[in-house]
């Protein structure tokens, strides 16, 4: 079971011309009186926190430019928070969010989106490692 933060983290990285098209349809079929946009497309940036392996500690890495936008599809709500500049992809993700989340007439077809992100994700990973491998240094134990 895939929750919606997993779900909203998997649009994040999806196709902005794809995430654009279904959002469209989405709102096509809504009243437009359904759609509200809360907080429109914005940019800006996020302070990036990471943690150093050998001690734990964590600390800012760097701000990376983001594109932020909420809204509110037939009562429900949608976010999306997408790298770079990109406001319409960002303003689809909102939609298609929301619409994942209300289970509306898409919400099949967003979460097969989902699904192909995810595998692509988990492909490019093992594709990194096997290109990182011959690069692992092995240190042997003195006893």
Known sequence: MTTREEFSELLSHADPTRLIDIADRCLADADSAEFTIVRGPEVGTVATQVREPVAGTRFLLTDVLVSSAEISLAGTAGWGMRLGDDRAAVLAQAVCEAELARSGAYAAEL?????????????????????????????????
Do not use: K
Request: with cysteine; charged share 40%; net charge negative.
């Open 111 to 143: 979460r097969d989106l989902c699904t192909e992100v995810a595998t692509r994700q988990r492909v490019d990973r093992v594709t990194e490692w096997e290109r990182l491998g011959p690069t692992v240094v092995e240190f042997e134990e003195i006893p």
